[in-house]
């Protein structure tokens, strides 16, 4: 029997070349492990299109809450402000990153289901000029809303501020081309739209900001600049890597360009997501955002309304019938969540919601 799929939003089911990958050991600071760190800097930055070439990528060691520390600490100064475009858990957690640091911000809370408008920002900006920086996650996996990452930079660009960009759960799938939007970073992780495995995430900086950040680190691993410069002289990282990590990445961006890149796999997961919309209120579950705002990385349904219905329950009987599920992240409705990357189809997609319905039939849940 397969292993459950995981329709989560990363860590993701992955391909058996990616796995099979991490069967080999390999030195640190052995040359071939030199070149496959190369190869993923060259091939991750090639995602951005022809504009990535005035920015560096500069891989870093930890979950993806790392790198987007690692993020903030170098490029956000002691004496910086930023203003945090907060919707979910996630933004929470950067605002929550920033006060650990020394680095108060500015709150932009638009709750659970809505997304910061570039009237809200264009408006704080113009209130305070002492914000330097915008953060902004692109999907935030909460409620799986998508923020309007294009529209908000064109304000933040007006204002001669800088935005740096949480693409956790959507670089690889969906288009961040920094030649259309401008930002100064972008930071994502192995295991989400890549389909590789935990352990590792990147930022894409562009090399004035990374340059300028020099010495504003509040902290030795997490310093971007310094993993840069070092990675530049020597090829290696700074202290031991994620060496199986990493080149089950490798693996994985082999399938991902096969696949056809941005492209290919931004459309499989947008199909990913209309079959599990469509077959999902077949069964009478409904989704929790509106369709303009859902991403096709993790789509939010509300619970059903019958007693009978306990998610702890549903979960373990869905991944009885080969799915894992996710549950609700949010404070104002009950709800769970169903991701739509990794290996997966609409095919199982479809599978999933009939062991759905099944298990709801299982638990004498009534489905409208």
Known sequence: MRDPLLLTPGPATTDIAVKAAMLRDWGSWDDDFRAVTADIRRRLLAILGPAGRDFACVPMQGSGSFVVEAMLGTLVPADGKALVLMNGAYGQRIARTL???????????????????????????????????????????????????????????????????????????????????????????????????????????????????????????????????????????????????????????????AEGGLTGRGARYEANRAALVEAMAAIGIRPFLEADVMSPIIVTFRCPKDPAFDFPTFYQAVKRRGFMLYPGKLTEAETFRVGCIGQVTPADMRAAVAAMADACAEMGVHLP
């Not at 809200?120 to 002492?130: K, W």
């Not at 960009?165 to 295991?191: E, H, K, Q, T």
């Not at 030795?220 to 020597?234: G, I, N, V």
């Not at 994620?242 to 990445?249: D, F, G, I, K």
Request: proline share 6%; aromatic share 6%.
């Open 99 to 257: 006060r650990v640091m020394g680095r108060a911000p500015v709150v932009l809370d638009t709750g659970d289901y809505l997304p910061p408008t570039p009237e809200q920002v264009d408006a704080l900006l113009h209130e305070d000029a002492a914000i330097t920086h915008v953060v902004v996650v692109h999907c935030e996996t909460s409620s799986g809303i998508l923020n309007p990452v294009e529209a908000i930079a064109e304000v933040v660009a007006r204002h001669g501020r800088r935005l740096l960009v949480d693409a956790m759960s959507s670089f690889g799938a969906l288009d961040l081309d920094p030649g259309r939007i401008r930002y100064d970073a972008v930071v994502a992780s192995a295991n989400k739209c890549l389909e590789g495995v935990p352990g590792f995430g990147w930022a894409l900086v562009r090399r004035d900001a990374l340059e300028q950040g020099a010495g504003n680190a509040h902290s030795l691993s997490l310093d971007l600049f310094d993993q840069w410069r070092h990675m530049e002289a020597t090829g290696q990282w700074r202290f031991t890597p994620p060496t199986h990590v990493v080149v089950a990445l490798a693996a994985a961006l082999d399938a991902y360009e």
